[in-house]
């Protein structure tokens, strides 16, 4: 596959139409694209992709916006509006060109997602045809398996090997790329059929030697065939279960972490509550004491002043002394004492009548007095109590509601701690996952059964065949078609062989490409490995490597550069012995995002100087600042086209910028009326 | 792999006829490689395999 031109009409940040030649130079592979953060350097990426698979890649946003933004804007309601990607690409001496497109009439404000339409056509010895299953074609000149392989985005490299990612259609699309699928096909599917048509030939009724090999050899076949059925559902099953397993024990692990804290949370709950009751039981004293003794609070000095003050007036003679004192004023006031002797002023009995007056009720009050003072003495110390008392009741609720805040606190912080875990019941998901992994075990040991089953049919299926082979012919017309089948069947023995030893023999030579790209470029002693499953593996003398970003990107672009030599390799042996019935591979272009994702300037040298070597033709889009001293030099070298996506922006607080290319300045952001991408390209 | 057996050597080992009709299969196997069901791909082999028994 050799990329000749990508057209882009009112796609996403493109306005009008950009157009992106691709054809390059046999020593200069590489197409440089620079454009500014926003540019659309990841649309362009995805132009390619949603051409050929009409999807676009996962962290592209608003996916139904397919309509440049102003386009959509100036359509008027019920007027056509469309937008399209076309790819122009040559493939074992066809061209094709692969239209996706979204046309629709407008009849909202937002554009609402839309399935593009394709259109896949083909020139060949001059003559354009369109083909009807362009969507086929497609999968089987580039796999949409392997998409992620030759049109990656450099920050999101990491991502490519991880578990999640399908190994087994990997391999499948590598069978297909290196020309394995072809082959395949003719031993799975068409030359079986094919033999069991020709024994058809041999008639029904049972009776002759042949015919009851055959027909031995179809039951078996069939049995074969539903006891592959079986495995197949088995081991769906299985990767069921042991999801399941896998799920419980997350859970678990979960709940592992969740398991001291949910106690924590219980305790701290249970301290908080004990400490609300105390509190409570506090707060009712304090309530008790000031109910009984409150009023002793507002009688500070009261006591010592009443002391006081009737210490005064007893000395000021002040002191009321009752009743007494009234009736003998009475007297003094009449001038005649009770017995009837007149009483006047200055007499004796006056004086005498006059003294008495004064100490008449003293005594009742001296008797009262006491039991005051007394009464005010205890007051003074119950006052003194009490205080000492509500003093104590403060305290005490302060470090309950001190200790209330800390549990609050304490809560808090497990609370956080919890949060997103799934909090289940352990014993129960203990159990759950005992029984999953109780039937994966089952269903494992069903599916090495049924396996073996296959085997021995395989054996039993091939003594028939042997027998069918050299068994004695009723008559020449027999004999004839025991030959076809004969025949037939002496290819697909081959084939089948062949399969095998190619299918190792490409994981052998793609994994020693591997290694081989990848030591030369990275430093550390990290070997990689392709393992019998296809999968790629990083070993370090530790046995399996973690893996960091940037090892997983370099891991990436080895896979990418040997999949593609490799591809190329076979391709070229084919080219050169033509009597060659099975090599196939070709050549694969390469469309980078961002290369260099978040590797290292040093990586950055190496990989720039590496990346033109890896395959025939690789699109690489990056920013300014992505491309410094050698790394440019380095690019630029290599580089057949180089094209700027001029940003236009109708901001003008934006400073309009330039870029320099071979010396050249050329416009990298300008103001214009509204935002849009410009392509453009600029003379090597 | 049991042996150091080639693809190259198992293809060479088969006869005249079967080397004929192995790289007539795999050409019409290229051929309708894009195409998931090809109706006439079976019996084409078969039409090839009575042609070279005759
Ligand atoms: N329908 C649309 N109409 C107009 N502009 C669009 C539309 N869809 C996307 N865009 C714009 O295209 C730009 C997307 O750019 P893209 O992600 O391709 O940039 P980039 O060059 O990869 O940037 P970075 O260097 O940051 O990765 C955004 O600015 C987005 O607003
Ligand atoms: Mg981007």
Redesign the interface.
């Known amino acids: 596959m050799k990329l000749l031109k990508l057209t882009l009409d009112n796609f996403r940040a493109f306005y009008g139409r950009q157009v992106l030649e691709l054809d390059v130079d046999d020593d200069k592979p590489t197409v440089l694209v620079f454009g500014n953060n926003g540019a659309g350097k990841t649309t362009l990426l995805n132009a390619f992709t949603w051409a050929l698979y009409g999807t676009f890649s996962a962290d592209v946003e608003q996916q139904h916006r397919v309509v440049h933004d102003q386009k959509w804007a100036d359509t008027g309601f019920g007027e056509p509006v469309s937008a399209s990607v076309k790819l122009e690409f040559e493939h074992d001496g066809t061209i094709f060109a692969v239209l996706r497109e979204v046309s629709v009439v407008k009849d909202a404000d937002e554009q609402g997602p839309v399935t593009p339409r394709l259109v896949v056509t083909e020139v060949r010895r001059g003559e354009s045809h369109q083909v009807p299953?362009g969507q086929?074609?497609i999968?089987?000149i580039l796999p949409e398996a392997l998409r992620r392989f030759f049109f990656f985005n450099g920050e999101r490299m990491e991502k490519m090997f991880t578990a999640e990612e399908n190994n087994g259609e990997v391999k499948q699309a590598i069978k297909t790329l290196l020309g394995l699928?072809?082959?395949e096909?003719?031993i799975n599917d068409?030359?079986p059929?094919?033999a069991r048509?020709?024994a058809k030939e041999l008639g029904k009724d049972g009776g002759t030697r042949l015919q009851q090999l055959r027909d031995d050899q179809e039951q078996l076949e069939q049995r074969q065939m539903d006891t592959r059925e079986r495995a197949l559902e088995v081991s769906r099953d299985i990767s069921s279960y042991k999801a399941q397993v896998e799920a419980m024990e997350r859970a678990l692990r979960d709940n592992e972490q969740a398991a001291p804290l949910q106690k924590e949370r219980q305790r701290i709950g249970k301290q908080t509550a004990d400490e609300q009751v105390r509190l409570q039981e506090r707060l009712a004293r304090k309530r008790d004491l000031l109910s009984k003794g409150g009023f002793l609070a507002f009688t500070g000095g009261v006591d010592e002043t009443v002391i006081d003050l009737a210490d005064g007036m007893r000395r000021r003679r002040e002191l009321p002394a009752g009743i007494q004192r009234d009736f003998i004023d009475g007297l003094i006031e009449e001038g005649r004492c009770m017995c009837g002797t007149p009483v006047a002023p200055g007499s004796p009995a006056f004086e005498e009548l006059d003294k008495r007056r004064y100490n008449a009720g003293l005594a009742d009050v001296e008797a009262r007095w006491m039991y005051v003072s007394g009464q005010m003495k205890h007051l003074g110390d119950a006052r003194r109590a009490l205080l000492e008392e509500l003093r104590q009741s403060a305290e005490d609720m302060q470090a309950c509601e001190d200790t209330i805040a800390r549990l609050d606190a304490e809560r808090s912080e497990v609370d956080r701690q919890l949060q997103g875990v799934d909090v289940q019941d352990v014993q129960r998901l203990e159990q759950n996952r005992k029984e999953y992994d109780e039937k994966r075990i089952a269903a494992m040991s069903e599916h090495r059964r049924l396996e073996e089953i296959v085997a021995e049919l395989d054996l039993e299926i091939e003594k028939v065949k042997r027998r069918f082979r050299s068994a004695e012919a009723a008559d020449e017309e027999s004999r004839?078609v025991q030959?076809?089948v004969n025949?037939?069947n002496?290819?697909l023995d081959?084939?089948s062989?062949?399969l095998?030893?190619?299918t190792?023999?490409v994981r052998l030579r793609l994994d020693a490409k591997v290694k081989e790209v990848f030591s030369r470029i990275y430093i550390k002693s990290h070997t990689p490995v392709l393992t019998p499953a296809f999968e790629l593996q990083l070993t370090s003398p530790a046995g399996v490597a973690i893996r960091s970003t940037g090892e997983n990107q370099v891991l990436g672009l080895s896979f990418v550069g040997a999949v593609s030599e490799l591809a190329h390799e076979i391709h070229e042996r084919k080219n050169n012995n033509s009597e060659e019935?099975?090599d196939?591979g070709g050549i694969y272009p390469v469309v980078m995002d961002a290369p260099f994702g978040s590797l290292d300037l040093t990586y950055q040298e190496d990989i720039s100087a590496a990346l033109p070597k890896l395959t025939s033709q690789i699109v690489t889009l990056l920013s300014q600042s992505q491309a410094r001293g050698k790394v440019m030099e380095h690019l630029q070298g290599a580089a057949t086209r180089m094209y700027v996506l001029r940003s236009v922006t109708p901001n003008r607080d934006a400073a309009e910028e330039t870029i320099e290319i071979n010396n050249r300045t050329v416009p990298y952001v300008t103001h214009g009326d509204f935002e849009r991408t410009l392509l453009e390209e600029v003379t090597v | 792999?049991s042996d150091q057996?080639?693809?190259e050597a198992?293809?060479g080992?088969?006869?005249p006829?079967?080397m004929k009709?192995?790289?007539n299969?795999?050409g019409?196997?290229?051929e309708n490689?894009?195409?998931?069901n090809p109706t006439m791909?079976?019996?084409k082999?078969?039409d090839a395999?009575?042609e070279?028994?005759k």
């Open positions: 299953n086929d074609r999968e089987k699928e072809a082959i096909r003719a068409h030359l059929k094919a048509r020709l004839r030959q076809q025949l037939v002496e290819v081959a084939f062989e062949v095998e030893v190619k190792e023999e019935i099975l196939e | 792999m057996r080639t693809a198992i293809l080992a088969l006869s006829e079967a009709l192995a790289k299969v795999m019409l196997e290229r490689l894009h195409i998931k791909l079976v019996q082999i078969v395999t009575r070279l028994t």
